[in-house]
Nanobody
C-alpha cells in the first residue's frame, strides 16, 4: 500500500529551480503534518520544511529559508516543495513524510509515520 509518492526531482545547475511534489493517499494526508527531509551522502537526515495540513504554519531549516517554499493542495492531496536559487550543497535524496510534528521558535520536532521512497536532486556548479 503506497502512501506517499514523490516526483519532480532531477539535475539542474546552481541558481536554478525545481519543484518537488508529494502525492499522498488518504490515510497519509490525514496526518497532522507533512514535511520534506533530505539526506546527502555521509550526512545526517535534515528536516527541510514542514506544514500543518490543517493550517498554514510552516517550518524551514535555516539552510533553505528564503529559497524553498512548502505548500499544499488539499483538493489534490499533494504537498509541494518549490526550490529556488539552488546550490550544490542542496544535492541530496529528498523524502516526503507525513505524521506529527511541532515547530516552535525554530525547533522542529517530529514523529513521522509515513515516508516516501525518496527522489534525487542534483545541483551542479
Amino acid at each position: 500500500q503506497v502512501h506517499l509518492v514523490e516526483s519532480g526531482g532531477g539535475s539542474v545547475q546552481a541558481g536554478g529551480s525545481l519543484r518537488l511534489s508529494c502525492a499522498a493517499s488518504g490515510s497519509a494526508y490525514r496526518s497532522r503534518c507533512m514535511a520534506w527531509f533530505r539526506q546527502a551522502p555521509g550526512k545526517e537526515r535534515e528536516g527541510v520544511a514542514a506544514v500543518y495540513t490543517g493550517g498554514s504554519s510552516t517550518y524551514y531549516a535555516d539552510s533553505v529559508k528564503g529559497r524553498f517554499t512548502i505548500s499544499q493542495d488539499n483538493a489534490k492531496n499533494t504537498v509541494y516543495l518549490q526550490m529556488n536559487s539552488l546550490k550544490p550543497e542542496d544535492t541530496a535524496m529528498y523524502y516526503c513524510a507525513a505524521g506529527d510534528c511541532a515547530f516552535v521558535a525554530g525547533t522542529f520536532n517530529y514523529a513521522m509515520h509515513y515516508w516516501g521512497k525518496g527522489i534525487l536532486v542534483t545541483i551542479s556548479s
